[in-house]
Nanobody
Framework: QVQLVESGGGLVQAGDSLRLSCAAS????????MGWFRQVPGKEREFVAA????????HYADSVKGRFTISRDNAKNTVYLQMNSLKPEDTDVYYC?????????????????WGQGTQVTVSS
């Protein structure tokens, strides 16, 4: 059974940084793309960043490009999201997800497994 466990969320001020981690188990992590999404209650899940199986290809939402960086350590079965220059509008619950294949897309329907989410709150 696949498990994804996020950590690293918290309350920060605008301009601060956070690094989210997502530890995966139950599947050959290095064979799958990984993504980060965010969502507030009542709104659709929003794409944030994605990385293919090897780390050689990444995608970012326009709203985070230049501020957020996705990375992965296949030896540790972990994907990271480094978030810099945080803004109040980045406040959300952040989820990591395991892609159906090696490629990671911006479409949440292409992901089979999801973590429980970690709250990020940015105060102004």
């Amino acid at each position: 059974q696949v498990q994804l466990v996020e950590s690293g969320g918290g309350l920060v001020q605008a301009g601060d940084s956070l690094r989210l981690s997502c530890a995966a188990s139950g599947r050959t992590f290095s064979s799958y793309g990984m993504g980060w999404f965010r969502q507030v209650p009542g709104k659709e899940r929003e794409f944030v960043a994605a990385m293919n199986w090897s780390g050689g290809s990444t995608h970012y939402a326009d709203s985070v490009k230049g501020r957020f960086t996705i990375s992965r350590d296949n030896a540790k079965n972990t994907v990271y999201l480094q978030m810099n220059s945080l803004k109040p509008e980045d406040t959300d619950v952040y989820y990591c997800a395991l892609s159906r294949g090696r490629v990671a897309t911006m479409n949440p329907r292409d992901y089979d497994y999801w973590g429980q989410g970690t709250q990020v709150t940015v105060s102004s």
